[in-house]
């Protein structure tokens, strides 16, 4: 394939997987801005939310398009409800101490692992996704003839590989909205700023707490709804995007949506791109070496706050 | 100081009532020592090798109780001892370990995923316990290991690719581009089918190498040259659904033709969405997942006595699909035991040296219950086994065997001798 259409298709498969990253990373890095913990059970709760997907389109059955939307509302909910009963169990009993918590949520992170081992089994299992046409692309070049276009072979995307990227954006600016307009988003920022102070004003924080941990466990579950049909449900598929969004959290600096999205975006289209033209082992050097230099000369991340 | 009270006399006695009640006692009496053989199974229960592993164990189970349902192996029970290696060639060296001095096995066999076996082997050496992997891997022919590692119970890559060869070249066409994994076994494809294809006329144009922990594939397809007469590929893990939709949603209606190795579907629903593209294209078999015009008796009871039905999955779930081109490979190296441990007249591990002679002196191997994927012949020098090979053609969504290779098609020349090397 040539370097024009080849690069193009990069770029899609780059924006698809920077799409997921982008809500998945958004979750951990809520989690951590409001509740100052780091979950390390984020990736379990992606493959949860894939694995509930899967479960609710199985039983659900019809159309795939039923199944799909029935776990686009369901599997989020289910791991949201997940998350805040680990809050309640866990991470309230340990006065949310950083370290008792990562303890706390990797071992967490194992038991809904083998949990999930010992239930829906160790295959990769496929969702339907509710529409899917190959979508052959055209690309230019000059001739004799001047500006030509011709569908070049391979070069092509899926309409349901589209709908993800846009699915994605969608859900970003909502959850933007949410947080900077509504009431709810009024009183994590509280809560982020000023924990004992929020609550001197009658903010319940151990419910917000709770509350934004289920939210941000949701998001991861909602990326995992969105690539199950892409990538199928399997039991250790959370490990690579917990790494990822730890990457992209960092780099993008902990707590700000718009650094994380940058971030994402970065991480996810230099992956797709490094990984084509040169080696995935190449991506991954970059991106970690990428975190070095921003933790070595801007340690809060590239639009993070300054520590107080 | 103990004391003996009401309490553990009842214990005793309760205990002393179930060894009395316990049927496989009485008939396993008539053996010089009624203690279990004891078999540790190298069992990929977690990691990306778990699908297998978990086909693996209940071809296991099947087997086990197969041979002790006739009496066990010299007249002994056999007990299985499983422990998990998470698909990992660290813990594969620690979990031998455990079976050599904390179970006291009198052999180990199970091992798969080629990293993990050549991780394991030399621990076998260093243990001296007997190590029967089912792996596909060349790396036991190839001499890499040492005389404590067989596989009499699958045939390896070099041995497959070589038999696919003249058929790809001749049916399919001359201009191979290989996408396969980036270690060890998707090297062994790469380096033996490459030579294989040259030697029939053919050339590879190029060789694309994924890591096997990749979960999105589109990206490599724009490799693959626009002159690519066939497309041959071999992947494994859990992504190899992705591999084989996003292989398709790529060509799209003007694919080459497609000569796949059925790890690239191994417990993959084959009515899975996306998959119908497949229709026509070819795959290597180890053993024919759907049951065939031609299923022999054998075949039948195997497939009963593992619990899978005719079109390779559970019987109890149609979902689950089992992987049928490599579990076999358990069923037969058991049996293989077996035979070795009678023919050693084994007494316990002071004979394990007398049980390895006993496997290399096996030759012929005819078909037979224990060896329903059919006749094969061992080699053991190179403690490599030789079989049959399958290709099988996707028609109206299932596979349908099209060629049986011999077993002449798959012999190369030795690359090792273990049997020099001593114990």
Known sequence: MEFGPHLLLAVIEGSVGAAVLALTALGLSLVFGVMRVVNVAHGEFYMLGAVIAWYV????????AVGFVGALILAPALVAVIAMLVDWLALKRVG?????????TIGFGYIFQQLTLMGFGPEARPVDPPFNSRIALPWFEFGENGLEFYFPWGLSVTSYKLFVIGAAAVLLIGFWLMLSRSKIGLVMRATELDRETAQAFGIPVDRVYAIVFGLGAGLAALAAVLIVPIQQAHYLMGHDPLLLSFIVVIIGGLGSIRGTIVAALLIGLSDGIISVFFSPTLAKIIATLLVAFVLVFRPQGLYGKKAA | MTQTNRRTLLKSAAAGGLLAANPLLGRFASAQSAAPIKLGFQQHVTGIGAAYGRWYGRTTDAAVKMINDAGGINGRPVEIVAEDDGTDPKRGAEVLEKFANQHGCDAAFG???SHVVIGSAPAAGELKLPNFVVSEGHHVASGMLNRYTLQPGITDVKSQVQAMAPFVANTLGKKVTMVFPDFAFGHDHRDYFTAA???????????IAIPPTETSFTKYFPKIPRDTEVLYHVMVGPAVLTFVKELGEFFGPSAPALFGFLDSLEAVDLASPGLEFLEGSYFWEGNPRYAQEDQSEFDKTFRAAVGVDANGASISDPADVSTYSHMFGCWETLHIIKAGMEAAGYQGPADRAKLIEAVEAMTYIPESQANPQGAKVFNGKTHQVFGHQYISQVQDGKLVKVHTTSIDDTFY???????SQSF
């Open chain 1, 57 to 64: 389109a199985t039983f659900l059955g019809a159309h795939p």
């Open chain 2, 111 to 113: 091992a798969l995923f």
């Open chain 2, 413 to 419: 020349p030795d690359e090792a001798d273990y049997i």
């Open chain 2, 197 to 207: 294809i040259e030697a029939q006329g053919g050339e590879v144009l190029e060789h």
């Open chain 1, 96 to 104: 949310y101490d950083p370290e008792a918590t990562i303890v706390a």
